[in-house]
């Protein structure tokens, strides 16, 4: 019997304001630019607070997400949870559940049954979020990485690992910094300072982080950011022609 052919999985995970969002768009035009039908959650939120089911997006080739997502859960953890405006943060404990349960449902509902369609999916964050920001911010509390991959949506994410994980990255952390502080996209999280981020950027590239996904047949990939905006874009292109667009082909 022939085995059944799963949609391919891409997930853009690393640092905040490296340009995770300029790699997923590039993807999008790529995939559209190749004739592939596709579907943006990002831009389905805007005026939706669910998740759609299949049935309800239709016939599509690509899906693009993000985590956490833009509806319930998600829309909290932006706009509350992870806030600098809050004036009462909460614990790690609290924002990891929170992010493991938003995630268990946008799997369940949407992202497992695509990859089982034989949808492609290019996403935004996941669960190696989870793992590289929660453990650090929850050392004080306790936190330890076995908590956190033993929560629900996570354990799911995991045993659901993308078939790609691209990081972004930069030698020069402080540049991360001047790009939060001029973009028009003000996400305002408790996370965005140069201490937080340079011992998140370690753990991007530790060992140990890579191990975890590696070993359920995930393969990482090195984006270079670090220089113009064009040479960031340039760089993505290759890597949806070269690994991407053939995959795709094959399904």
């Known amino acids: 019997m022939e085995k059944e052919k799963k949609g391919i999985f891409i997930v853009i995970d690393g640092l905040d304001g490296i340009g995770k969002g300029v790699c997923l768009d590039v993807l999008k035009e790529e995939a559209e630019k ?3 039908n ?3 959650l990002n831009e389905y939120w805007k005026d939706n607070d669910n998740i759609p089911t299949l049935e309800e997006i239709g016939d599509v080739d690509v899906i693009i997400s993000s985590e956490p997502t833009y509806q319930g859960i998600g829309k909290y953890i932006r706009n509350t949870l992870v806030s600098k405006n809050n004036k009462n943060p909460f614990s790690t404990s609290i924002i ?3 992010y493991s349960l938003d995630r268990e449902i946008l799997y369940e509902r949407l992202i497992i049954p695509a990859r089982k369609k034989g949808i492609t999916i290019f996403q935004s964050r996941s669960v190696s979020t989870s793992i590289a920001y929660q453990k650090l911010s929850g050392e004080n509390e306790g936190i330890d990485l076995e908590f956190i991959l033993n929560l629900p949506g996570n354990k799911l994410a995991l045993a ?3 078939n790609y994980l691209i990081i972004p990255t930069i030698m020069n952390i402080e540049e991360i910094m001047n790009r939060l502080e001029c973009r028009e996209k003000k996400d305002d999280c408790v996370f965005e300072n140069l201490d937080f981020q340079l011992k998140v950027k370690k753990e991007y590239d ?5 191990e975890i996904f590696e070993k359920r047949g995930t393969r990482i990939l090195y984006v270079d950011v670090g220089r113009t905006l064009e040479h960031s874009k340039n760089e993505t292109k290759k890597l949806f022609e070269d690994v991407f667009v053939e995959g795709m082909k094959e399904k």
């Open 34 to 36: 190749s004739k592939f």
């Open 38 to 40: 596709v579907f943006d």
């Open 96 to 98: 990891a559940q929170a």
């Open 160 to 162: 659901n690992s993308p």
């Open 206 to 210: 530790s060992e140990s982080f890579k």
